[in-house]
């Protein structure tokens, strides 16, 4: 029995030692983008921060003095926050035009995040890897945005989960 574990030990040790990265590990070099959260009345509400990682992009939340519930998140086309709305921030970032939603066949859109859920202190946190995604891409020529929204995101209805208003917006910046 010893011996054959001995045996075993190298060949673990190889395989654990492949020259490619691991999916979700930061890319030597890898850009960052950030973005500083607002409410509608310009109280900050939290920060996000974009990587590129190996096998797409790393968007992590860190939201405050958002109301305690569950909420909607996602990546949004334009880099543009114009309170009170956010309408500014346009649609789901989506380039392979595709339905909104995990929970939809024919989804999702590339930049729909899972539900962020905040606590009763107004803090919550949320990450995410976006698989097949690029800084480049998500960020293309007219920028790029990250919103929560009031309620919860269904996972499904055409355009935005039914996740109902746009209540902080922050847009991304390379950092």
Known sequence: MRLSLLLLVPVVLAACNKAEPMTGAVLPGGRIATAQLLTASGAPAGRAVATEVAGGVRVTLDVRNVPA???????????????????????HWNPAASKHGTMNPQGPHAGDLPNLLVGNDGRGTLGVTLAGATLGGMLDGDGGAVVVHATADDLMTDPSGNSGGRIACGVFAPA
């Open 69 to 91: 519930g569950t909420h909607g998140a996602h990546v949004h086309t334009v880099g543009r926050c114009d309170a009170p709305g956010f309408e500014s921030a346009g649609p």
